[in-house]
């Protein structure tokens, strides 16, 4: 199974970026797909997360700015992120939880955002 990210960039503050993450095959059991991310010289944050019945979550700073979504056989899911701020830097990853304990990451994808 792979997991594979995409759409990351450089953009300004202000500026949208929609990211993908692609599962290469179905994994049984999925219980949620979510994102997180890793700013230089800090450890990995959690971001946004979809359950298998389609609860979301979030993080307090992207309420509001980002919407994750998925399709219905958990093969995909996109974060939606809008006015960006600098502090959304870092490189963003695709977690895929299987039976709650699991987790499937992918290789990572970086968004830059200069003010």
């Known amino acids: 199974v792979q997991v594979v990210e995409s759409g990351g960039g450089s953009v300004h503050s202000g500026e949208s970026l929609r990211l993908s993450c692609v599962v290469s095959d179905a994994i049984f059991g999925t219980t949620a797909m979510g994102w997180y991310r890793q700013a230089p010289g800090k450890q990995r944050e959690f971001v946004a997360i979809i359950s298998n019945v389609g609860l979301t979550n979030y993080t307090a700073s992207v309420k509001g700015r980002f919407t994750i979504s998925r399709d219905r056989d958990q093969t995909r899911t996109d974060l939606e992120m809008s006015n960006l701020k600098p502090e959304d830097t870092g490189v963003y990853y695709c977690?895929?939880?299987?039976?709650?304990?699991?987790?499937?990451w992918g290789q990572g994808t970086q968004v830059t955002v200069s003010s």
């Open positions: 977690n895929v939880r299987v039976s709650h304990t699991i987790d499937v």
